[in-house]
């Protein structure tokens, strides 16, 4: 009897084998033929036999399983989901096996299949349809977690989108991998604009010096994304009521890297969102003393002590920015606002004078002040032009300027404004 046993037994496995075989073969030939209906229903057939299969047969299933689902995915994201776990899982038993005889066309066609899903997700994120672009881009980033560059930008989205719980998750998910976004970047300086370009690739970058048209090749490490995904964390946690979490994260932030400098800005704008600008102040100067030759802090000291209302502050530090970076646009924008910013005084008691002797004389004097006013701003809304030649309201506020002194170059200025703006 034992024997009988072992030999029924036998036939059993062997006949069960035999049918699952026949299964693949079938979902392998009606997918070459295209006849997706019929593959689908043959490896329906052959699911509830896998368990007992050998290593290349359920590699051989899994890629047949993701190049069915694929072929009518669409733009359903369950479905590319299926699919590319599919394929992912086919790589997955294949390198454990020590096999690769589908791992390279799996490779390449969840590659594809990826490639499609970020494309349309840029296409709606131009469209402005931030969740539509939130949820693809997540599933870039599951379908392979390798690439977490995708989950930052999944989490940008969602905030876009106003999905503050959903860009928390993310964020908190960047900050528990230890996420930097810090990349290598292969940069070189344009010889006729001196505009510094990012490059693909050093050969690329190596080639356009090697022509001539580029100098000063040099590699760079992309800024850290770590204080920015500190502070959003932050400033979701305020948007949700919860200001003690919202320091707290940043503190948790700063345990790592005390001195990052992108760090005590997100803790300065926390501050300054919570309405304590003298302890926004006091983080603003320390980063500026830990790195004082850097044109970026001192600008963004000038905007917080303008936002406090001192403006005699405020141009200290653009001025100094200026002579670290001399064609900072911003700051060169900023300071001419702030002169600029007098004329309403002077304009409001011109309109207050009657039509004495006296206050015709006074006029006068505040008319000559309000052109001196004109005159100092100009310097620096011209110096803007250089470095920005297309910086519309610099030029609009320069042609205002130039006809309120008579100067001939307000129709220059008139004309660049018409060309810009597509005027006749």
């Known amino acids: 009897m034992k024997t009988k046993f072992f030999v029924v037994l036998f036939l059993a496995v062997s006949a069960f084998g035999f049918s699952q075989k026949q299964a693949i073969k079938s979902a392998a030939k009606a997918l070459k033929s295209g006849d997706m209906d019929v593959a689908a229903e043959a490896l329906q057939a052959a699911e509830g036999q896998l368990d ?19 072929a009518s995915a669409g733009e359903s994201l369950d479905k590319i989901e299926s699919a590319a776990s599919a394929y992912n899982k086919t790589i997955e038993i294949e390198a454990a096996a020590g096999a690769s005889k589908y791992t390279a066309d799996a490779s ?45 930008y999944a989490a940008g989205n969602a905030v876009n989108d106003k999905d503050y719980d959903t860009a928390l998750k993310y964020y908190k998910e960047l900050k528990d991998l230890g996420f930097s976004g810090e990349k290598k970047e292969f940069v070189a300086t344009h010889k006729e604009t001196g505009k510094l370009d990012v490059f693909e690739s050093k050969q690329i970058r190596d080639l356009s010096v090697k022509s001539g048209e580029y100098i000063k090749p040099e590699t760079k490490t992309s800024e850290s994304k770590k204080g920015e995904i500190a502070k959003n964390i932050a400033l979701i946690y305020m948007s949700q009521g919860k200001d003690e979490e919202a320091v707290a994260a940043i503190e948790e932030a700063k345990k790592e890297n005390p001195e990052d400098s992108a760090l005590m800005q997100a803790e300065a704008d926390v501050y300054y969102k919570l309405g304590n600008i003298a302890k926004y102040k006091e983080i603003m100067e320390q980063i500026v003393a830990n790195d004082p030759e850097n044109p970026d802090l001192l600008y963004n000291l000038g905007v917080s002590a303008s936002r406090l209302g001192d403006n005699d502050q405020a141009m200290g530090y653009y001025k100094k920015a200026l002579e670290l970076k001399p064609d900072y646009t911003a700051a060169q924008i900023n300071i001419a606002s702030i002169i600029l910013s007098g004329e309403t005084k002077i304009v409001d008691e011109m309109n207050g004078l009657g039509t004495s002797s006296s206050d015709n004389r006074k006029y006068e004097e505040l008319t000559k002040k309000r052109s001196e006013l004109y ?15 297309d910086n519309v309201e610099a030029i609009r506020t320069l042609m205002n300027i130039f006809y309120q002194l008579d100067d001939p170059k307000a129709g220059e200025m008139k004309d660049k404004l018409k060309a810009l703006e597509g005027g006749n």
């Open 375 to 389: 005159k100092t701003a100009v310097p620096y809304l011209e110096g803007a032009l250089k470095s920005n030649p």
């Open 52 to 70: 007992a299969a050998d290593d290349k047969m359920k590699a051989n299933y899994y890629f047949l399983k993701g190049q069915v689902i694929a």
């Open 108 to 152: 390449q066609k969840l590659q594809l299949l990826r490639q499609s899903l970020i494309e349309n997700a840029i296409k709606d994120q131009n469209a402005k349809n931030y969740k539509g672009a939130s949820e693809k881009l997540y599933l870039g980033y599951t379908t392979n977690k390798a690439d977490t560059t995708y989950l930052y």
